[in-house]
């Protein structure tokens, strides 16, 4: 007869693979979860704790934190300093992020939340990645009402006036943009645009400050825009998500609803991708 705490352990996570119940319902191994908080505290910390300081934050005695740490540091996910006794996260906690990290998709996880974000501030809202003629719309959530933006998946966006491609320009290195800005100023220079290097510096500068690029009735008219940045776990520009709409129900003011909410997604985002620094 097999042991019998295994077998409990073993039928409490049969429901779920019969179809049972998701979510919340599901029952766990309680331990597991305690130990977790060990873990958790020392994410939040970012720094090797002493037993007494990791125990306290992960919200148990020492003695019982103990066993777990040395469990853990079987596995690999805790080391501890032989010279200073503290605890930091182990060389397999770290195969286990960076894994986790490269298995990510930026746009599978900002689509979603783009859809939200659309859901939330009626708007519509397009996601735009670096593609090899510039910044590429690759996703549009469109809004419950009609928003007439003449905008579709594979549109490229000007770099020097759109909201979308200042983003890309701001945040990319020079190496990646600097032929498509100069083909851009001969355009702009050959159809009589009016636009200075001066300008654009201090265009891009503000984009940096902001941590948004802003239109206002160009180029579209009668259309205002923002977008944000969104930055993967080694701080590069992974893609850029744009809210757009009719100048009348539209909020361009940097600390207004639209850019406050605009800039809460993008850095929800770059969190789920590992971001610390957004």
Known sequence: MGDKNLD?????QRPDERGG??????RGIQSIEVGGALLQALVRQGAPMILKELAREAGMPPAKAHPYLVSFGKLGLIEQDPLTGR???????????????????????????????SDEI????????WGNQGPTI???????????????????????????????AAFLPA????????????????????????????????????????AVGKPIPGINAFTA?????????????????????????WD?????KLRACAQAISARLGNTDS
Do not use: W
């Open 175 to 214: 190496r990646t943009t600097s032929a498509l800005i100069e083909d851009e100023f001969a355009h702009l220079s050959a159809s009589g645009g009016a636009m200075t290097r001066a300008a654009l510096e201090s265009d891009l500068a503000e984009v940096r400050r902001e941590r948004l690029a802003r």
């Open 138 to 168: 690759v996703s549009i959530e469109e809004c419950s009402r009609q928003v007439h933006v003449n905008m579709r998946v594979g549109t490229v966006m000007d770099l020097l006036t759109s909201a979308t491609g200042r983003t890309f």
């Open 8 to 12: 409990n352990e073993t039928l409490a």
């Open 122 to 129: 009626q708007q519509n809202v397009a996601i735009a990645v």
């Open 21 to 26: 119940k998701q979510g919340g319902d599901r």
């Open 229 to 253: 940045p969104v930055f993967d776990h080694t701080g590069h520009l992974a893609l850029a998500i744009t809210a757009m709409g009719p100048a009348a129900n539209f909020d361009p003011a």
């Open 256 to 260: 207004g609803p639209m850019a406050t």
């Open 87 to 117: 605890y930091g996260l182990g060389a397999f906690a770290l195969q286990m992020g960076l894994s986790a990290l490269h298995g990510l998709n930026p746009l599978r996880v900002a689509t979603p939340e783009a859809a939200r974000l």
